[in-house]
């Protein structure tokens, strides 16, 4: 009995979440990519997340605004 509690006590994964903050997206980016995101591309995932995410979500947000065409990251004035 002792030997399941331990395996379901070393299970439990807490996930924190992040300040979308400017200098987590960089320090994201600079992780994951090769060059900088630009200020667009760092306003843009800060609309679509909000004020928090997990890493993993930000992780998948830097690596999709690489992908998107421009015109859609664009935010219109």
């Known amino acids: 009995m002792k030997q ?4 379901a006590k070393a299970a439990k994964i ?5 300040t ?4 987590n997206l960089r320090k994201t980016a600079t992780r994951l990519l090769s060059s900088a995101l630009v200020s667009t591309e760092i306003f843009y995932i ?7 995410a997990t890493q993993v979500e930000l992780d998948d947000k ?3 605004v690489r992908k998107m065409p421009w015109a859609s990251i664009v935010l219109p004035e």
């Open 20 to 23: 979308v903050s400017e200098s």
């Open 4 to 7: 399941n509690a331990k395996i």
């Open 14 to 18: 807490t996930v924190s979440r992040l």
């Open 46 to 52: 800060q609309s679509v997340l909000g004020s928090t």
């Open 62 to 64: 830097v690596l999709a």
